[in-house]
């Protein structure tokens, strides 16, 4: 197609991207010459649901006006050859996912700010109705809108709920769930119904995973297992493999982590809120934030937490001492392979593989091998699209399930109970704030000793890129 005008109107300039059922071009409107990002499904790939899919994103998108969402210009259907489109707003940038590959953890106060953002930009798609079930790193886009700025946008609203679709967890009759396995909340991992507040566990997976280099569960690898500890078990608690984390912070991600929806922050609004009172100097994303975690921050401890009192309450704080600068490699990473342990929760089936749905992001692309394998055995398959060029956006295919979710699970009744297990014991303690804000840390309370050890991290390759 380079080189061609799709539908006598926008000139394909480069090829992005190519996944199973698509491919992103890089094009100019010839009209007004201006720059954007065309989705086109191929022809051999094309089936009446996808092309429903690939429609409803569109409208979807189209209906949440945002400026941490990635907007859409137009749609049609390509004369010539009779392929669907959507022309985007052409970003130029990395995903986090890309950056977090790049760096490891990523300064404090870098994810707090990418943490607003990104409530921000769900706050509105809430407001329409919208559930986005996907949220994780690699739909995290940090786009260069301003010279020496970059602006959080949120991609691939492919496999969202909207309007009456709220209150049903399956896109399909079956119950086959749609998501992304390591970033999905409790009640999506099992099939019921979700609201905002899943969006609310999964960007808190997300700022997890910015903080600690790795996701939750990271060590796990059956899916059956990790569905099992995401409806079963607290996430770990930061201070234990992130001890630089001050305690604060780490108590606002822990209570969007919460197993039960009610004791979650309610909205992206409260949980933007918390953010806000410890980001006294804006929330605004400079280019000189995005570098690795200073290792003079990375040497020492903050004051401990406890995970069993993390608290939603934040009172105007910042963190004095935290630099955003100074280059340091990633930590070491530890492997080593998790036990099969699925125990007498239930078996988890997993749905067949249909059909595929890619968007338009940045950044490198990566998979989980043992999940991969354990979701290829049983039917759900995910492909990851392999960028045509480095330093721009990329489209990413899955391959799943009726309206093509990044890994389909269909569980049985009997499956994952609700009962949380204990979370490890830690102390209470205040944290040491940035030095761009410059306050005094907070009062230390009594500690006492943890429970259990840290686990050793994983690989923190993803589990589904689409």
């Known amino acids: 197609?380079?080189?061609?005008?799709?539908?006598?109107?926008?000139?394909?300039?480069?090829?992005?991207?190519?996944?199973?059922?698509?491919?992103?071009?890089?094009?100019?409107?010839?009209?007004?010459?201006?720059?954007?990002?065309?989705?086109?499904?191929?022809?051999?790939?094309?089936?009446?649901?996808?092309?429903?899919?690939?429609?409803?994103?569109a409208r979807i998108v189209g209906a949440v006006e945002s400026q941490?969402?990635?907007?859409?210009?137009?749609?049609?259907?390509d004369r010539a050859t009779g392929c669907p489109y959507i022309a985007m707003e052409y970003l130029d940038g990395d995903d986090v996912h890309g950056l977090l590959r790049k760096h490891g953890p990523i300064p404090i106060e870098l994810a707090?700010?990418?943490?607003?953002?990104?409530?921000?930009?769900?706050?509105?798609?809430?407001?329409?109705?919208?559930?986005?079930?996907?949220?994780?790193?690699?739909?995290?886009?940090?786009?260069?809108n301003e010279p020496g700025q970059r602006l959080l946008k949120l991609l691939d609203?492919?496999?969202?709920?909207?309007g009456q679709d709220l209150g049903d967890g399956r896109l399909t009759e079956t119950g086959a769930l749609v998501g992304s396995p390591r970033y999905m909340s409790p009640e999506q991992a099992r099939g019921r119904p979700v609201d905002p507040r899943s969006d609310v566990f999964s960007l808190g997976v997300t700022l997890y995973e910015m903080l600690v280099g790795r996701r939750p569960n990271e060590d796990v690898t059956q899916l059956g297992e990790l569905i099992v500890k995401i409806c079963s078990e607290p996430s770990q608690w930061i201070q234990d493999i992130a001890p630089w984390v001050p305690a604060e912070l780490a108590g606002i991600v822990h209570?969007?982590?919460?197993?039960?929806?009610?004791?979650?922050?309610?909205?992206?609004a409260e949980f933007a809120a918390a953010f806000r009172a410890l980001l006294p100097a804006g929330h605004h994303i400079e280019e000189a934030m995005l570098v690795p975690l200073d290792p003079g921050l990375r040497a020492r401890a903050?004051?401990?937490?406890?995970?069993?009192?993390?608290?939603?309450?934040?009172?105007?704080a910042s963190f004095s001492g935290l630099s955003t600068s100074g280059p340091v490699p990633a930590a070491p990473v530890k492997r080593r392979s998790a036990g099969i342990v699925i125990g007498a929760v239930?078996?988890?089936?997993?749905?067949?593989?249909?059909?595929?749905?890619?968007?338009?992001?940045?950044?490198?692309?990566?998979?989980?091998?043992?999940?991969?394998?354990?979701?290829t055995a049983t039917a759900a398959v995910t492909a990851s699209a392999a960028p045509a060029s480095s330093g721009t956006a990329s489209p990413t295919a899955t391959v799943t399930p009726s309206e093509a979710p990044a890994v389909s699970v269909t569980p049985t009744p009997s499956a994952a109970p609700a009962t949380s297990?204990?979370?490890?014991?830690?102390?209470?303690?205040?944290?040491?704030?940035?030095?761009?804000?410059?306050?005094?840390?907070?009062?230390k309370p009594p500690a006492s000793k943890p429970s259990r050890p840290a686990t050793r991290p994983k690989d923190d390759d993803e589990t589904s890129r689409k």
């Open 68 to 77: 941490h969402i990635t907007q859409v210009l137009d749609t049609g259907v």
């Open 1 to 57: 197609m380079i080189g061609t005008t799709l539908d006598d109107r926008y000139l394909i300039l480069r090829q992005i991207g190519q996944g199973g059922m698509g491919a992103v071009y890089e094009a100019r409107h010839v009209g007004t010459n201006r720059r954007v990002a065309i989705k086109v499904i191929l022809k051999e790939a094309m089936m009446a649901d996808q092309v429903a899919r690939f429609r409803r994103e």
């Open 346 to 375: 239930g078996a988890l089936a997993i749905g067949g593989a249909v059909g595929a749905v890619f968007f338009f992001r940045g950044g490198g692309t990566g998979q989980d091998p043992a999940l991969a394998a354990a979701a």
């Open 421 to 443: 297990a204990s979370a490890v014991a830690g102390v209470a303690g205040a944290a040491a704030g940035t030095a761009k804000t410059g306050t005094s840390a907070l009062p």
């Open 157 to 162: 609203f492919g496999i969202a709920k909207v």
């Open 255 to 268: 209570k969007s982590l919460s197993i039960e929806p009610s004791a979650r922050y309610q909205s992206a």
């Open 112 to 144: 707090m700010r990418i943490g607003y953002q990104a409530c921000m930009g769900l706050g509105r798609a809430h407001d329409a109705g919208v559930v986005h079930r996907d949220i994780k790193s690699g739909n995290m886009f940090l786009h260069k």
């Open 302 to 316: 903050a004051p401990r937490g406890s995970p069993h009192e993390p608290t939603g309450n934040v009172h105007a």
